[in-house]
């Protein structure tokens, strides 16, 4: 992408980095204010049947994902003018996700600033190995890549062992105001669970929480993994790596259907988030709109989103993503060439010794 087309999508976009106070507070109540509803009216129905709860749950889990935007919004410092304000919903809606305000912040911008930079994973981002790699992997070191790798793992597993577990400890190097977060997250949680719990009985809080947790979970791991694992992602090495090729390139347009689309605070224009964090949530879709280069980003459908649970590994001969049973054809192939050649080396060599 040349300097001059950089500068442009620039320009193009900073207009749509201004924050809208008005729509911001809106899309506080028109989150949270239906969370909390129907977290109420769900449990009011389980006196009637769990049938009648479960759909219910799903719903409220989509709005714990809206939820999740606001507080990713707020890391970003895109959904306040205030810096103190989105710090403060940050921390609120962190202890509602689950997930430690600045632990989370400081994670998902080293994510931003290293995104398909090969000499740079490995911090905010998924378990990435490519095709050489992989194969110069120890044993036991392939085997814990697949199973990370595994959907079933990944979805099922990961929420468990993400929001539950892993988001509860300091990362390593972690400065003071971010420790101090993660024990005040922590214990907000504990706190707020432990009232729900006695409130209305721990069996009720768990047939209501367990469900919204799990699903919203799911889904956020879902997003998170699909908007960069598609078949012709970018990935360079330090020297060849660019921001903006990695945003536009690297990162896809998922077109939602228009309610899946609003519940996920149209984090599907996941390329203009990339190329300007600061862009608020409800601007997304305009810049994409209005902005033709953005248009030519990776087009992703629900239906060809499951692709991408084939994809795990970085082909970076031909820069793109395969799967393991590519990767299994490819050494076939390989060694079928190179037994090609071989034979035909010990046939010239009979053929010099017969004369």
């Given at each position: 992408?040349?300097?001059?087309?950089?500068?442009?999508?620039?320009?193009?976009?900073?207009?749509?980095?201004?924050?809208?106070?008005?729509?911001?507070?809106?899309?506080?109540?028109?989150?949270?204010?239906?969370?909390?509803?129907?977290?109420?009216?769900?449990?009011?129905?389980?006196?009637?049947?769990?049938?009648?709860?479960?759909?219910?749950?799903?719903?409220a889990?989509?709005?714990?994902?809206?939820?999740?935007?606001?507080?990713?919004?707020?890391?970003?410092?895109?959904?306040?003018?205030?810096?103190?304000?989105?710090?403060?919903?940050?921390?609120?809606?962190?202890?509602?996700?689950?997930?430690?305000?600045?632990?989370?912040?400081?994670?998902?911008?080293?994510?931003?600033?290293?995104?398909?930079?090969?000499?740079?994973?490995?911090?905010?981002?998924?378990?990435?190995?490519?095709?050489?790699?992989?194969?110069?992997?120890?044993?036991?070191?392939?085997?814990?890549?697949?199973?990370?790798?595994?959907?079933?793992?990944?979805?099922?597993?990961?929420?468990?062992?993400?929001?539950?577990?892993?988001?509860?400890?300091?990362?390593?190097?972690?400065?003071?105001?971010?420790?101090?977060?993660?024990?005040?997250?922590?214990?907000?949680?504990?706190?707020?669970?432990?009232?729900?719990?006695?409130?209305?009985?721990?069996?009720?809080?768990?047939?209501?929480?367990?469900p919204?947790?799990?699903?919203?979970g799911?889904?956020?791991?879902?997003?998170?993994?699909?908007?960069?694992?598609?078949?012709?992602?970018?990935?360079?090495?330090?020297?060849?790596?660019?921001?903006v090729?990695?945003?536009?390139?690297?990162?896809?347009?998922?077109?939602?259907?228009?309610?899946?689309?609003?519940?996920?605070?149209?984090?599907?224009?996941?390329?203009?988030?990339?190329?300007?964090?600061?862009?608020p949530?409800?601007?997304?879709?305009?810049?994409?709109?209005?902005?033709?280069?953005?248009?030519?980003?990776?087009?992703?459908?629900?239906?060809?989103?499951?692709?991408?649970?084939?994809?795990?590994?970085?082909?970076?001969?031909?820069?793109?993503?395969?799967s393991f049973?590519?990767?299994?054809?490819?050494?076939?192939?390989?060694?079928?060439?190179?037994?090609?050649?071989?034979?035909?080396?010990?046939?010239?060599?009979?053929?010099?010794?017969?004369?």
């Amino acid at each position: 992408m040349s300097v001059s087309k950089i500068s442009k999508l620039k320009k193009d976009v900073a207009p749509f980095e201004k924050i809208d106070t008005k729509a911001s507070v809106i899309q506080i109540f028109n989150t949270l204010g239906p969370l909390l509803a129907l977290w109420y009216v769900a449990y009011l129905s389980l006196s009637v049947s769990y049938l009648l709860t479960l759909p219910i749950l799903v719903l409220a889990a989509g709005f714990m994902v809206r939820t999740f935007i606001l507080f990713h919004d707020c890391c970003h410092q895109s959904f306040f003018k205030s810096r103190k304000a989105n710090d403060i919903l940050g921390t609120i809606t962190g202890v509602l996700t689950l997930v430690p305000y600045q632990q989370w912040k400081h994670t998902h911008t080293v994510h931003h600033a290293t995104s398909g930079n090969l000499d740079k994973r490995g911090t905010g981002d998924m378990w990435l190995l490519t095709v050489e790699e992989y194969k110069n992997s120890s044993v036991w070191r392939r085997i814990a890549y697949r199973v990370y790798r595994n959907p079933f793992i990944m979805l099922c597993v990961g929420p468990v062992a993400v929001f539950l577990i892993e988001y509860r400890f300091n990362r390593k190097g972690a400065r003071q105001k971010e420790k101090i977060n993660t024990y005040v997250t922590n214990v907000s949680i504990v706190a707020l669970y432990a009232f729900l719990a006695w409130l209305i009985g721990w069996q009720a809080f768990v047939m209501i929480q367990g469900p919204i947790f799990f699903i919203a979970g799911l889904l956020g791991i879902w997003l998170f993994y699909v908007q960069h694992q598609f078949e012709d992602s970018y990935f360079e090495n330090e020297e060849e790596w660019s921001y903006v090729q990695a945003a536009v390139e690297g990162s896809s347009y998922y077109k939602l259907p228009k309610l899946l689309q609003w519940i996920t605070g149209n984090i599907g224009f996941h390329h203009v988030h990339h190329l300007s964090p600061r862009v608020p949530n409800y601007n997304l879709e305009k810049v994409h709109n209005e902005t033709t280069d953005l248009q030519k980003a990776t087009t992703i459908t629900l239906a060809t989103s499951l692709k991408s649970l084939n994809y795990r590994l970085w082909d970076e001969k031909n820069k793109k993503f395969i799967s393991f049973k590519d990767l299994k054809n490819y050494v076939n192939n390989h060694e079928s060439v190179k037994n090609f050649f071989e034979s035909q080396g010990e046939q010239q060599k009979v053929r010099l010794a017969r004369k």
